[in-house]
């Protein structure tokens, strides 16, 4: 079993900054993904930052503002947001797909996180 924990929310003024982190704990052999996505109220989850080959990939919505980084020795990955606006105001979501120790040896799973509210409003 694999724990996802978002954490870092908050409200904030446009204009400001928050730092996400996500914390990944459990039977896990290794970690392939961790990825942010995020839903407002009426849209579909979007991808806000992921990385695909090595790459970090950025939602045209946020480049320049926001950054992700990992730190692999505490199974986290942040989400440094700068310059805040209120079409950033939704639930943030922490995805991660890990090989998991299993009775039968080890299996690729994914799991979500439970989300974390970010509002930017003044």
């Known amino acids: 079993q694999v724990h996802v924990v978002e954490s870092g929310g908050g409200l904030v003024q446009p204009g400001g900054s928050l730092r996400l982190a996500c914390a990944a704990s459990g039977s896990i052999i290794s970690i392939n993904v961790m990825d942010w996505y995020r839903q407002a109220p009426g849209n579909q989850r979007e991808l806000v930052a992921g990385?695909?080959?090595?790459?970090?990939n950025y939602a045209d919505s946020v480049k320049g503002r926001f950054t992700l980084s990992r730190d692999n020795d505490k199974n986290t990955v942040y989400l440094q947001m700068n310059s805040l606006k209120p079409e950033d105001t939704a639930v943030y979501y922490c995805?991660?797909?890990?090989?998991?120790?299993?009775?039968?040896?080890?299996?690729?799973?994914?799991?979500w996180g439970q989300g974390t509210q970010v509002t930017v409003s003044s």
């Open positions: 990385t695909t080959g090595g790459i970090i």
């Open positions: 995805n991660v797909e890990v090989v998991e120790r299993t009775a039968a040896g080890s299996a690729q799973f994914s799991y």
